[in-house]
């Protein structure tokens, strides 16, 4: 625990001006951030005696070991850049709202050729008209399904419309009337575009004029005497209908809002989102946070603000936002508000009428997600730390590990090893800091000893982190193990390491126990690298499959806990999540081992021009025979290039003919050729395991 006093700045050195302000523990990790209309006054409320802070910010300020500042010009600008740096170094102290869920939005795809209707979770994208959140994605499908009738846009997958353009037949929609088949030419690029935004025209709340028109053009069918034409007009009007009820008005002066209402107690605030748009509720959506600050109501408005339309711009920020309570002061929120809008942007407090109604809804809303949420986390939370400190009883372990790192090997009969370093801080997982492995000391099959370059990797960078930060206290000059780091090639700064700027760097941070996937010998391994780097404050366990039994250290015989212990469970899960990293990991490395070629080992060529190079000649058998002069007609490649492609090629010994096995017969050898690509939808859901490979990086 540091003394605050250790790190205050002068009175004199903290300017009385509008700032941006960041606390710093011993690692140099960003800890808190925070703004000030006076930065000499705000900074100076925090160096005060201990007993008068708030219980949450008497740990923060003996949790960091310095503190520094940014001037500003306006608070408009403080509260911009205090935004900015929340989101890029993720401050432990900082309220940060989560998502209970991901929430689907009704998005149609304007950034193609012909738009597409469809459900999409995650982060928006360019070009693309979104509608919702919606709390159930059964609830846009069954909107959609009513729409269609009236507004025939195309939902296909890109690989269906491609194969329907190819063979000339439309889907099942195309044949009973809810799609218009642009995939078959029934109408042009401009009309089905037509289409997609008078379905947008309708989902933003312009309904009214779509009714009207339908009913006179039902009237004109029926006068003519056209009774077919007139049945269908009814029933497209009742359809649309009831795609406006799915939606009740809520306000009856069309008004465009977000209401935001808030639930806290002394732990914890749940915050409750209506998007209101045409005077109708068009979604709903609800966040919770731990108040590992002192704020108040006011506080967690501005924060829910940040969080809501920090990466929003346009309509997306609606022209009227109600909230419980108004930040103090209220005018850099307003401003930045209407700056992110580009038009004016009123946020108040509903006083009366229907407005007042409806907030009080959230309200209950908000009310019911904070009860719901503590029932489950009173529950897990009590879990969890059982799970801890029976890990830390079995182990004998002087305190609960905190931080759990586990590491497992993946290979295939010895090709393509690789590992997985996973951590869980809490007893919950952090993907943010998991971490893959290529072996590199060695080739072959060796669990072993690839356990052990694995740790002796990771725990090096942890000491020449250390080091930078002034951590080393042994007397050394240089970390153990710098002479290898160097000999393998490894830098000791540049792309290993990161600047020192406060983000959490990648080997930064020590756990308290280390798990690997194995028994004695993997154990072993992991413990004799530890002792070679001269680091003995850090526990080791292994847990063996075949029995699930926990083996420690130079011990004859395995630590066998309960079946029914959650310190078991949580090893196990810390165990099967490393595996299962690290078995992704050697899938994905194996596959793209596969579907190497020829042109991978030409250096300097990248992928838009091996593309290219393959488009144009078709295979690359073809491209092989081509001369220089006509590899350089590809566009983007040069003569050098074109003559660097032709030694490679050369080089390469070209691949065994295919043999047709049913016939014998030796097919035509049309290696790599250009395949049909198919490209996928607009945005796909992104499977655990893709998102996990995005955040694991690669050492």
């Not at 946020?347 to 719901?372: H, S």
């Not at 295919?658 to 939808?681: F, Q, S, W």
Request: proline content about 5%; aromatic content about 6%.
């Amino acid at each position: 625990m540091a003394d605050p006093s250790s790190y205050r700045p002068k009175p004199g050195q903290i300017p009385d001006s509008p700032g941006v302000y960041k606390f710093r523990d011993e690692h140099r990790r960003v800890i808190y951030v925070g703004k000030a209309k006076s930065l000499r006054q705000r900074l100076a409320s925090y160096f005060q005696d201990l007993a008068n802070l708030h219980p949450r910010t008497r740990t923060m300020v003996t949790t960091a070991a310095s503190v520094e500042w940014t001037v500003v010009s306006t608070e408009v600008e403080a509260l911009q850049l205090e935004y900015s740096w929340i989101k890029e170094y993720d401050p432990r102290f900082n309220v940060k709202y989560r998502d209970d869920k991901s929430y689907p939005h009704l998005a149609v795809t304007m950034n193609e050729e012909f738009p597409r209707v469809q459900v999409m979770r995650g982060a928006k994208k360019k070009g693309v008209r979104y509608f919702g959140p919606y709390g159930h994605a059964w609830a846009i499908r069954d909107t959609v399904d009513l729409l269609l009738r009236v507004f025939p846009v195309r939902t296909c997958s890109a690989g269906v419309f491609k194969n329907a353009s190819r063979t000339g037949r439309p889907c099942l929609l195309g044949y009973i009337g809810k799609c218009s088949a642009p995939c078959v030419g029934r109408v042009s690029p401009e009309e089905h575009r037509d289409l997609a935004e008078e379905f947008c025209d309708f989902m933003a709340g312009r309904t009214g004029t779509y009714i009207r028109r339908l009913e006179q053009r039902m009237t004109e069918a029926a006068e003519e005497m056209e009774y077919e034409r007139a049945a269908r007009l009814r029933d497209d009007i009742e359809a649309l209908r009831k795609a406006m009820e799915k939606n009740a008005v809520v306000l009856a002066d069309a008004t465009d809002a977000d209401l935001i209402a808030l639930a806290e107690d002394e732990l914890e605030a749940a915050v409750q989102i209506f998007h209101v748009r045409g005077g109708r509720v068009r979604g709903q959506r609800g966040w919770v946070t731990d108040k590992v600050e002192a704020v108040t109501t006011g506080d967690l408005v501005e924060h829910a603000l940040q969080q809501l339309y920090g990466e929003e711009t346009g309509d997306s920020v609606p022209k009227e936002v109600l909230v419980p309570a108004l930040p103090e002061p209220v005018e850099p929120v307003q401003e930045w508000l209407t700056a992110r809008r580009g038009s004016n942007v009123s946020l108040r407090i509903p006083q009366r009428g229907d407005k007042k109604a409806l907030m009080e809804t959230v309200q209950r809303n908000a009310l019911q997600a904070l009860a719901l949420h503590k029932t489950r986390r009173a529950s897990d939370l009590t879990t969890r730390s059982r799970a801890l400190e029976e890990i830390a009883g079995a182990l004998d372990l002087d305190s609960a590990p905190l931080r759990i790192e586990c590491y497992d090997i993946s290979h295939l009969q010895g090709d393509d090893v690789v590992a997985s370093m996973v951590v869980f801080e809490d007893g919950l997982q952090r993907k943010g800091e998991y971490r893959r492995f290529q072996i590199k000391g060695f080739a072959g099959q060796d669990d072993v000893r690839s356990m052990h370059e694995v740790i002796t990797r990771r725990f090096r960078r942890y000491l020449v982190e250390k080091e930078k930060t002034g951590e080393w206290t042994d007397g050394e000059d240089t970390v153990p193990g710098a002479a290898e780091i160097l000999a393998d090639g490894t830098p000791l700064s540049g792309g290993t390491l990161a600047e020192d700027d406060g983000r959490p760097k990648r080997f930064a941070y020590p756990p308290q126990l280390v798990v690997v996937d194995g028994g004695r010998p993997q154990v072993a391994a992991a413990q004799r690298a530890l002792d070679e780097l001269g680091i003995d404050d850090i526990a080791v366990c292994g847990l063996a499959k075949r029995l699930e039994e926990v083996w420690l250290p130079g011990e004859d015989d395995p630590v066998v806990l309960p079946r029914s212990s959650e310190g078991l469970y949580l090893l196990q899960r810390v165990r099967d999540e490393a595996h299962r990293f690290a078995i992704t990991y050697q899938r994905a490395k194996r596959a793209k081992r596969f579907r190497s070629g020829p042109l991978d080992d030409v250096p300097g060529l990248g992928e838009s021009r091996k593309q290219a190079l393959i488009k144009h000649f078709g295979s690359v058998k073809k491209l092989r025979s081509a001369t220089i002069d006509q590899i350089c007609e590809v566009p983007g490649v040069g003569r050098k290039t074109a003559e660097t492609i032709a030694v490679a090629l050369a080089q390469a010994a070209p691949a065994a003919p295919a043999v047709n096995t049913a016939t014998g017969e030796i097919m035509e050898d049309d290696e790599h050729a250009a395949p049909e690509t198919t490209a996928g939808p607009a945005e796909e859901p992104v499977t655990a395991g893709a998102s996990d490979e995005r955040r694991g990086q690669e050492t």
